[in-house]
């Protein structure tokens, strides 16, 4: 029985042991290469499991004197599934960061150019993770000048991509749009991997909700889920959630049920997250804000993290207390706002910031009496028509004059 046999076997019931042996094979110059790729990626797996940051930081850092030996194809592959390592320990991203960095500037030093630009793709999405905006910027604009003189149009692809969700991230939607075309071009021109075309997909669709364009943006995402849940790939989960975003910003929560009984989506309807969407698509169907605020504290983890569903909810939130204000001061005149307040189960100043802008939003036709505390409600003025046709009858009066005034000026000219 080889060694790396020996470590396997012992891998689950003494993973100290099988971490000494593969440290061995490593160290043994009698050791064929195979053995030693297989010890690296063993030893990285040990210690993503310990969720120890800095040993498989040693690990990749160690790997390089093998690597240096092996095939660039190999190697590549090698010390990306090493770094993947790393999304497995939580709190890791320094770290993650450092090796990036470390093992970018040995690539140069090795003229790896491909290796090289890879990981500065791996270190551009990193920054994205980290809402590291600005460097991130910096390393699109270098990676994009490099590739284009290479043209290598995969990677290419998946820069635009990186570039459109950093623009995305600072708010900057055009210059977004402009990168995911960009994008799209380059995916055009070659033979465009499922998951990558899934992700081009994806944000077009997140472009798309925030242009408020739902159902353009629903019909991207049913796309991705149904090419990520056919491969049993866990991005499905967001695709899904995102749909029933979609439904619900639509005004259309009660399809959130119907959608829940399609047959790719059965495996994740007990999950918490789809729960939350649930939760939410009720809340809104009553027009109930404290179920509303209710579903938010719950399901504060699976609501928050996604910028792109807190931004939604954060619209629909406003919405609903709109709605919810419209309908408690509908029946007065004069209303006191500590009682609107009271009613709508918000603080004053809330409640009274969120009139004044109804207020000027024409949402609502009334003014805020600050002595007395009140809102004072106007009736509903009609249109008066006499106006408007008076002001369209002025403008065809000028039209004749201006009209008789040519003619006379070019009469008086004939008659000279």
């Not at 043994?28 to 690296?40: F, I």
């Not at 790939?233 to 009984?261: F, H, R």
């Not at 909810?313 to 309908?327: F, H, K």
Request: aromatic content about 6%.
């Amino acid at each position: 029985m080889s060694s790396i046999e020996k470590a396997n076997e012992l891998l689950k019931s003494d993973p100290q042991q099988a971490e000494q042996i593969y440290k061995s094979v490593l160290s043994s110059n009698d050791s064929d290469d195979r053995d030693q790729e297989v010890a690296l990626v063993k030893l990285g797996q040990i210690y993503a499991d310990r969720k120890d940051a800095a040993a498989l930081a040693e690990v990749v850092k160690s790997s390089r004197a093998f690597m240096s030996s092996t095939a660039k194809a190999k190697t590549a592959k090698l010390i990306r599934t090493l770094i993947d390592f790393f999304s497995l320990i939580p709190g890791s991203e320094s770290t993650q960061k450092q090796v990036l960095e470390d093992n970018i500037t040995w690539a140069r030093q090795e003229k790896r150019i491909f290796l090289k630009q890879s990981l500065e793709t791996r270190l551009v999405a990193l920054d994205l993770q980290t809402q590291a905006y600005r460097p991130a910027l910096a390393l699109i604009e270098t990676l994009l000048r490099e590739l284009k003189r290479l043209d290598d149009k995969l990677i290419l692809t998946e820069v635009h991509l990186l570039e459109s969700r950093v623009y995305r991230g600072i708010g900057n939607f055009p210059k977004s749009k402009a990168a995911l075309t960009s994008a799209r071009t380059a995916a055009n021109s070659i033979y465009c991997p499922p998951y990558l075309q899934a992700q081009l997909d994806l944000q077009s669709g997140v472009l798309h909700a925030e242009d408020k364009d739902y159902k353009t943006a629903y019909s991207y995402f049913f796309e991705v889920f149904e090419n990520l849940s056919t491969n049993d790939d866990p991005g499905a989960l967001a695709a899904l959630k995102y749909m029933l975003l979609c439904k619900i910003m639509l005004n259309l929560p009660e399809d959130v049920t119907s959608l829940l009984q399609i047959k790719l989506a059965a495996k994740y309807v007990q999950l918490r997250e789809v729960d939350s969407m649930r939760a939410v698509a009720r809340a809104h169907q009553n027009r109930n804000l404290a179920e509303f605020e209710l579903a938010l504290k719950e399901y504060r983890e699976e609501l928050s993290t996604d910028p792109t569903i807190r931004s939604h909810l954060a619209a629909l939130y406003d919405t609903l207390l709109e709605q919810n204000l419209l309908r408690i001061v509908e029946p007065y005149s004069v209303v006191d706002v500590d009682h609107v307040a009271e009613v709508v189960g918000q603080g004053r100043a809330q409640v009274e910031a969120k009139l004044s802008q109804m207020i000027l939003d024409k949402i609502l036709s009334g003014v805020l009496d600050q002595g007395r505390g009140c809102l004072i409600i106007f009736d509903p003025q009609e249109d008066d028509a006499l106006y408007e046709n008076a002001i369209k009858t002025v403008e065809q009066v000028g039209k004749v004059v201006d009209s008789l005034y040519a003619k006379a000026s070019s009469g008086s000219s004939f008659v000279d």
